[in-house]
């Protein structure tokens, strides 16, 4: 009888890790920056279809890198995990925390377990409060640890540079024009410091507005609003467009589902 080939518990948990490491390292970048009136995500991703982006509860946001069908499984199931909240106890119930929290347990069972290979996929929960004193933003690696953020974070891709070049750049109080303009340029920078243009075609973004009057306070930018952000800084027409919208919240929201890799990989 053959002696069973031995791995240390130690060796294996640090192989799963990098496994996973690479996998979400190959996946472009997503940025997440605070501003004076909300929380501004900014992915590289061409796709219109595939999200990397979208909205979880009335003020709170999702943004992931990684495979495409692991971290959408994770979307659904913080909706779902939302939703059942709100409606079971109070809307107020459903934090970024819980969210967090749920998502990590999740996380943190598959990357121990070895029956299945660990997630590929690193999250971020955002949570837009009354004043930018109570914005939550807490990253979830792939082995389900918590790490809460303030100002500025980056995942996926390179995204250690990335968050290098947003931490010397970033202060409190920056206008929406302008903490778009910085994402676009950390994300435009390429592994050997060079710089891309990058085009609104190419980019996915969406805010969390606290002066939104819905009581939901996710929001897409697209097409000609967000070319126009890009170029001058106007933030003046994304508060005219909320101003005239009714009081539902608008349909850009949402997220289509599918399977696949990562958008814009």
Not at 11 to 33: C, F, P, W
Not at 51 to 71: L, M, P, Q, T, W
Not at 98 to 124: C, D, H, M, R, W
Not at 152 to 179: C, F, K, P, W
């Amino acid at each position: 009888m053959s002696t069973p080939f031995y791995v240390s518990p130690q060796q294996a948990m640090a192989d799963r890790a990098e496994y996973a490491r690479k996998g979400i390292a190959r996946g472009r970048s997503v940025v997440v920056l605070q501003y004076t009136d909300g929380i501004v995500f900014v992915a590289e991703n061409p796709s219109r279809a595939l999200h990397k982006v979208s909205e979880i509860y009335d003020r709170i946001a999702f943004a992931a890198v990684g495979k495409y069908n692991e971290f959408e499984n994770l979307r659904i199931a913080g909706v779902r995990y939302a939703d059942l909240r709100g409606y079971t106890y109070d809307r107020h119930d459903v934090t970024a925390r819980g969210l967090a929290n749920v998502y990590a347990q999740a996380l943190g069972t598959i990357f121990s377990s070895a029956a299945e290979k660990p997630y590929e996929v690193e999250l971020i929960v955002a949570e837009a409060g009354e004043g930018p004193e109570d914005d939550q933003i807490y990253r979830l690696p792939h082995d389900g640890s918590i790490v809460d953020e303030h100002g500025s974070v980056a995942v996926g891709g390179n995204a250690d540079q990335i968050s290098s070049y947003l931490d010397q750049r970033h202060v409190d109080g920056m206008t929406l024009g302008e903490a778009l303009k910085l994402a676009v340029e950390s994300l435009s920078r390429d592994n050997n410091g060079g710089e891309r243009t990058l085009t609104a075609e190419q980019l996915e973004v969406a805010i969390l507005d606290r002066t939104r009057p819905q009581q939901r306070k996710f929001k897409r930018l697209l097409g000609s609003q967000l070319t126009r952000l890009l170029a001058d800084g106007d933030a003046g027409a994304v508060a005219a467009e909320d101003s005239s919208e009714p009081g539902s919240a608008s349909s850009d929201s949402g997220s289509d589902s599918g399977s696949g890799s990562d958008a814009g990989e």
